[in-house]
């Protein structure tokens, strides 16, 4: 199958969206969420990633791209630009290379984000220019990524109304079609 690289800013509902077209497809389609396995390999919970010190995340990223890469096929939930309290950081790895078919973002508006992030607990800027500088930031990694691993990139909005389920679905359909009739990993060309 191989992988489709999927980001999008906390609070754009990517892993909500994710897990809906996952549902819309006769096949199954793996979900593979690095900052579960990065939490694992620190011994914290996924909320805590953002206070670990640089080194630590680097070092449990390194492992997590090990483990993602022994992975051959699903979706990644993951994130294009991560915000943590020293700063950005791009967590693109040339080992990507060849194994990455596709990058997709899920993207909703400034507002939209902050108004889905004011309604969960969870510890997330809710300063409307941080939000508008990491959705630009999430688009500009996801550019760079798409470009460094030579894969197609697709933008899906995700406000409400927009049906993003359905064209991330469509997405998993024509990736998984292809690769189980063609028997190539040749897409969205």
């Given at each position: ?29 793996p ?15 996924t909320e ?14 390194e ?27 791009f ?12 990058a ?20 997330r ?30 933008y899906?909005?995700?406000?409400d ?29």
């Amino acid at each position: 199958m191989g992988v489709i690289e999927l980001g999008g800013v906390h609070g754009v509902g990517k892993s909500t969206t994710i897990e809906a077209a996952s549902r819309l497809v006769d096949r199954p389609v793996p979900i593979l969420k690095g900052s579960v396995i990065m939490a694992r390999i620190l011994g914290v919970s996924t909320e805590d990633l953002p206070t670990e010190s640089p080194e630590r995340r680097q070092w449990a990223r390194e492992l997590m791209f090990k483990e993602l890469d022994e992975a051959r096929n699903g979706v990644r939930d993951s994130h294009f630009s991560v915000y943590t309290d020293s700063g950005y950081e791009f967590p693109f790895t040339p080992t990507d290379i060849g194994l990455v078919n596709a990058a997709v973002v899920i993207e909703a508006s400034k507002e939209t984000v902050l108004a889905r992030r004011q309604r969960i607990e969870r510890d997330r800027p809710k300063d409307i220019a941080q939000i508008e500088e990491q959705l630009y930031l999430e688009r500009q990694g996801a550019e760079e990524a798409a470009r460094k691993l030579a894969v197609p990139l697709f933008y899906i909005r995700n406000e409400d109304g927009d049906n993003a389920p359905m064209h991330l679905a469509e997405i998993f359909k024509e990736y998984l079609d292809k690769i189980i009739l063609s028997g190539r990993i040749k897409l969205w060309q």
